[in-house]
T-cell receptor
Framework: GENVEQHPSTLSVQEGDSAVIKCTYS??????FPWYKQELGKRPQLIID?????GEKKDQRIAVTLNKTAKHFSLHITETQPEDSAVYFC???????????FGAGTTVTVRA | KAGVTQTPRYLIKTRGQQVTLSCSPI?????VSWYQQTPGQGLQFLFE???????NKGNFPGRFSGRQFSNSRSEMNVSTLELGDSALYLC??????????????FGEGSRLTVL
């Protein structure tokens, strides 16, 4: 089955700086890679996703890049703000498997 | 439109007991998946149901089971509870089967404490 590794587990950044979270996956059949954000005490919510036929996708201050050859994908947050403080989960799903494998999560803290 | 509803929100059980958690998906969503969330382990996939059929199951012992009803509501059951079962159990609904590219909509979770 799919195995997703996520790094770092914690990340502290100064407000206004950028944050980068990296994930690697094991199953080359994976073709969909979402990112979920979970604020403290709240439910996870989708913030951005990318499909395997695209190398990069942007949505305002967040972007995701995908390297299919190396089997890794990354979340980039620019101009971080206090409301970006949360746990971020990457995930991957193979097209032939009814399963979504999540990374262990990255706790991002934005220092004012 | 109402979101995903999970009940109960909090519960305390003792070792050896069993527990049943309920999840009502967003209207029209036929896929319901369940996850166990513990500190440091992230979201561990338990199983997914689509149109009352279990489509896939994660690496959990047989003590963890579930079902889905014709109205797409789902329940999960954990029998013979162990201390390590203490966790936040999240369910999520989506329009599509997992393996598609549909967004998951999570409930607020059921926090289980096993004493």
């Amino acid at each position: 089955g799919e195995n997703v590794e996520q790094h770092p587990s914690t990340l502290s950044v100064q407000e206004g700086d950028s944050a980068v979270i990296k994930c690697t996956y094991s199953d080359s059949a994976s073709n969909y890679f979402p990112w979920y954000k979970q604020e403290l005490g709240k439910r996870p919510q989708l913030i951005i996703d990318i499909r395997s036929n695209v190398g990069e996708k942007k949505d305002q201050r967040i972007a995701v890049t995908l390297n299919k050859t190396a089997k890794h994908f990354s979340l980039h947050i620019t101009e971080t703000q206090p409301e970006d403080s949360a746990v971020y989960f990457c995930a991957a799903t193979p097209s032939n498997d009814y399963k979504l494998s999540f990374g262990a999560g990255t706790t991002v803290t934005v220092r004012a | 439109k109402a979101g995903v509803t999970q009940t109960p929100r909090y519960l305390i059980k003792t070792r050896g007991q069993q527990v049943t958690l309920s999840c009502s998906p967003i209207s029209g969503h036929r896929s319901v998946s369940w996850y166990q969330q513990t500190p440091g382990q992230g979201l561990q996939f338990l199983f997914e149901y689509f149109s009352e059929t279990q489509r896939n199951k994660g690496n959990f012992p047989g003590r963890f089971s579930g079902r889905q009803f014709s109205n797409s509501r789902s329940e999960m059951n954990v029998s013979t509870l162990e201390l390590g079962d203490s966790a936040l159990y999240l369910c999520a609904s989506s329009l599509e089967l997992l393996g598609g590219t549909g967004e998951l909509f999570f409930g607020e979770g059921s926090r289980l404490t096993v004493l």
